[in-house]
């Protein structure tokens, strides 16, 4: 009796360790994703930028893509292990969508992710420790923007989480572009945890409730983003799984102000559904509605450039 009380013990000891520090650890454990194409295999003129944060010593990495005749400047960031390159969703398809509407274009890869160092950590910030990433990026955009052209900062996921942080100590977006946006930091950690690994929800509920206990991730996106004012475009997939209508549309609701634009899905045999497997349709409506996506961008650049330049 004595032995299995011991080895009870033990098993309870050793589940304590798992639930409340590897997986928590593995869950926020940053993976660099190699790039496969660059913005070259398309045909579009780009430039390879480095640069640094000020907060640590991490060379971060960044596409420049000029347009030929330049309307505004989009900095772009993608989201958590993800990178520029996008294979989820295709950015640099997008890109070039956007290259061909007078869009010039900063891609970077946030630390931690694609071609980019490592921090001394290693691990997803949730957007709030990638911002001095942004604050660094867009003081790239401004070496390059002679012509004083207006900048607006695109965030898809986790990267729209960190350009609402961005924009709480950067004044320099003109507005923000939220795709699929990661604004709940608990709901979406715990469904992109299920998406990746198939664990049950009780226990992906469980580790997310540990790791939230050992790191700060507050003020979430949504409660920044609630109190900004800064011109908004929010793009919403209708059923995405991981960062959820019902946060997106909560926002909306609080900020009449947001222009936003939701995306039903398309039919239950479409290919994405098989390629993209329990992630469904995050960040994905640019694959089956790539003309009113890209046109919900422009106009929304174009109607605040306007805006900037008769102030």
């Avoid at 990433?133 to 002679?146: S, V």
């Avoid at 398309?266 to 089956?288: C, L, Q, R």
Wanted: net charge negative; charged share 20%.
């Amino acid at each position: 009796m004595k032995k299995l009380s011991i080895g009870l013990a033990i098993l309870l000891l050793g589940a304590c360790v798992v639930v409340g520090l590897i997986l928590p650890n593995h869950m926020l454990a940053a993976k660099n994703q190699t790039p496969k194409q660059t913005p070259g295999d398309l045909g579009i003129a780009y430039e390879d930028i480095y640069f640094e944060p000020e907060d640590e010593a991490v060379k971060l990495h960044g596409w420049w893509m000029p347009a030929e005749n330049p309307k505004a400047i989009l900095l772009m960031v993608h989201g958590a292990n993800g990178s520029k390159e996008g294979r989820f969703p295709n950015s640099l398809e997008m890109y070039k969508a956007l290259l061909a509407k007078d869009m010039s274009l900063l891609a970077i890869d946030l630390r931690n992710h694609g071609t980019s160092a490592r921090s001394e950590q290693g691990e997803l910030g949730m957007g709030i420790a990638e911002r001095p990433d942004l604050i660094a990026a867009l003081d790239q955009i401004e070496l390059k923007n002679t012509q004083q052209l207006p900048i607006f900062s695109f965030g898809l996921s986790m990267g729209g989480a960190a350009v609402i942080h961005l924009a709480e100590a950067d004044s320099r977006s003109q507005g923000l572009i939220l795709f699929d946006p990661m604004l709940n930091t608990k709901d979406a950690l715990e469904l992109g945890a299920q998406a990746s690994t198939g664990v049950p929800e009780w226990l992906a509920e469980l580790v997310v409730w540990s790791t939230l206990q050992q790191r700060d991730f507050e003020p979430s996106a949504f409660d920044v983003a609630r109190q900004q004012t800064l011109p908004t475009l929010l793009l919403q997939d209708v059923g995405d799984p991981v960062t959820r209508l019902e946060h997106a549309e909560a926002l909306k609701n609080l900020r009449t102000d947001i222009e936003y634009r939701a995306f039903d899905d398309p039919a239950s045999d479409h290919w994405i559904y098989e390629k993209h497997g329990a992630w469904g349709t995050h960040v994905a409506a640019f694959y089956f509605e790539p003309e009113a996506f890209i046109e919900n961008i422009v106009s929304f650049v174009e109607k605040h450039s306007a805006v900037s330049a008769g102030q």
